[in-house]
């Protein structure tokens, strides 16, 4: 029979990866983990290739037992996790015996946490992902009692001293801070709002309950476009910081719409999208000004903390002569 | 606009390059008409997609402007536009088109609960109802491109004499189905999903398979031609779905 991944406390949870990508053309959104660095970083500590199948945990208290001995990794904002009771770090590879009760509770401070398992475990595809697409009414939200099906075992490993961690790898571990700095680059439609665009750096926004992995919706002072004229629907990047009317700022997440018809004030950057996925509704956000060179520069720095740390994970498998998936 | 400007942006004969944030770039279509400038952001689409540059995941034309998104780990602005340029040139302002055209008839209920903003649609262009169902149904109209929601059938509007405005507050949820308008441009509604565009109707066809990749059976300059039905004939579609015509 095959090793199961058994799902204890729900909560709301999902099985994700970093999503639908090259769809765009046919008009299907990216989805995918919403905190990119995070849910690669899960993946890294478990030696697996970065799209792997992983879970994210939303908000809630989780818990799931597995059927035979694994590693697994557990990333994103912080929270309380536990292994048959025993406090464990996030960020770094976990061992978990068959049969223990793994605790993830009071996530804080952010909103989403990203579990990984050494050799991650089957799930369904759609057009070259598992992510869910709530529009395509495709990915289910895991239940109690659901099983997943775990790909690989992974030998038991123990510390000779049980008070030393088998692990310390060091992954780059991202800020949750209780106010936000999101970084920006200006968008292709800056000029369209005048003076007003400035509006964006000036105060804080506070983000709505109604906000979600299409869109957070932010309350402030709002900037105004100041030329009118319809748009034509275009293509609108992950991250477009758009003025609907009203008095709420949208910016567009990773399940947005591929077309929309709003001015584009400003784009969030590549880093600020992962830190983005993470701000929980009633936060306050500010926006900073970056230069592209900036944005880009910012991201490289991000993606080559985690090839080192692949490279360190894979090292430390070797030694404790773990077969690693490495790749992507 | 000149080239380069304060914006970032660079002009190459028909398109002007845009930054799109720090991993997208946005060529639009200047100086041609809507047709030729449809035609020259696809071409680029095509082109770009053949090139196959490291990095670059996405291309998405629409009407007149194709965004493309990038790794900006893989690649760089710089790139990315040296070739979006290049191939512009290359294509110059007329390129061919290289797919042939398909046709869809699709059935439609216009009205009262299937099209509930047929009336204010009316009155916003000061037409009858039944002459807006006759323009919306009286020609072909030409799939501009896929996008929100879901692979969403995006084609030019129908000949009506102004733009259709947007609803003042969007629905939450639309039904499947349904046929909408807005500015120019005209839509199908593919699955549920919030919206603010006006609904004039709703067709009992199943427009996406999900099953199929890519999921829909029509591609940008395929045509579509709305055919008013009875809400009694509602149930002889129901169930089949969208398929292009032969002849």
């Known amino acids: 029979m095959a090793d199961t991944l058994t799902i204890r406390t729900a909560g709301i949870v999902t099985v994700q990866d970093l999503g639908r990508v090259g769809r765009s053309r046919h008009g299907l959104p990216v989805n995918g983990a919403a905190d990119q660095h995070s849910a690669r970083i899960a993946n890294v500590l478990c030696g697996n290739d970065e799209r792997a199948p992983l879970l994210e945990i939303t908000a809630l208290d989780f818990a799931c037992v597995p059927s035979s001995d694994i590693l697994l990794a557990v990333t994103g904002a912080p929270a309380d996790v536990t292994v048959d009771g025993g406090s464990r770090p996030q960020w770094e590879p976990v061992p978990v015996r068959a049969g223990e009760a793994v605790r993830v509770t009071g996530i804080r401070r952010g909103l989403r946490v990203y579990l990984a398992v050494l050799g991650s475990f089957e799930a369904d595809y759609l057009q070259g992902s598992c992510a869910p697409d709530t529009i395509l009414g495709f990915g289910p939200v895991l239940r109690s009692g659901d099983e997943l099906v775990l790909r690989t075992a992974c030998p038991p490993l123990d510390h000779p001293f049980s008070r030393i961690p088998l692990f310390r790898l060091h992954a780059p571990v991202p800020r949750f801070p209780t106010t936000w700095t999101i970084d920006v680059t200006d968008g292709p439609d800056r000029a369209e709002f005048g003076d007003t665009g400035r509006r964006l750096f000036d105060a804080p926004f506070t983000v709505s309950p109604r906000s979600n992995h299409i869109g957070l919706r932010l309350q402030g002072e709002v900037p105004r476009r100041v030329t009118r004229g319809e748009i034509l629907s275009r293509g609108v990047p992950i991250g477009a910081v758009e003025v609907p009317a009203g008095d709420e700022l949208l910016v567009l997440h990773r399940g947005r719409g591929v077309t929309a018809g709003y001015p584009v004030l400003a784009v969030v950057t590549a880093t600020g999208l992962s830190a983005l996925g993470q701000v929980r509704p009633g936060q306050t956000i500010r926006f900073r000004h970056r230069t592209l060179d900036q944005a880009v520069t910012a991201h490289r720095t991000q993606r080559n903390a985690i090839d080192a740390l692949r490279t360190r994970v894979r090292t430390a498998f070797d030694a404790l002569r773990i077969r690693a998936q490495v790749g992507g | ?247």
């Open chain 2, 1 to 247: 606009m000149s080239s380069p400007d304060a914006d970032g942006a660079d002009m190459n004969g028909n398109v002007t390059i845009l930054d799109c944030g720090d991993s997208a770039l946005v060529a639009k279509a200047v100086g041609l008409d809507a047709e030729a400038g449809w035609r020259l952001v696809h071409a680029l689409a095509d082109a770009l997609d053949a090139v196959g540059l490291t990095g670059v995941h996405d291309v998405v034309p629409t009407y007149d402007a194709l965004l493309v998104e990038f790794d900006c780990t893989g690649t760089d602005h710089d790139t990315v536009r040296r070739v979006l340029s290049h191939e512009a040139a290359r294509l110059g302002p007329h390129p061919a088109r290289t797919k042939p055209a398909r046709r869809f008839v699709v059935p439609v209920v216009y009205g009262g609960e299937y099209g509930p903003d047929l009336p204010e649609v009316a009155a916003h262009l000061g037409m009858a109802e039944s002459d807006v169902v006759a323009l919306h149904s009286g020609s072909d109209l030409t799939v501009r491109c896929l996008g929100a929601p879901a692979g969403a059938p995006m084609m030019d509007g129908p000949p009506f004499p102004g733009p259709v405005p947007r609803l003042a507050s969007p629905r939450v949820r639309v039904d499947p189905g349904s046929v909408a308008v807005a500015g120019r441009q005209a839509v199908i509604c593919p699955m549920p999903s919030p919206g603010g565009w006006p609904l004039l109707g709703r067709t009992p066809v199943r427009v996406l398979d999900l099953h199929r990749d890519p999921i829909t059976a029509y591609r940008p300059g395929d045509t579509f031609r709305f055919a008013p039905i009875t809400p009694d004939e509602w149930d002889d579609y129901a169930d089949t779905s969208l398929a292009a015509c032969h002849g």
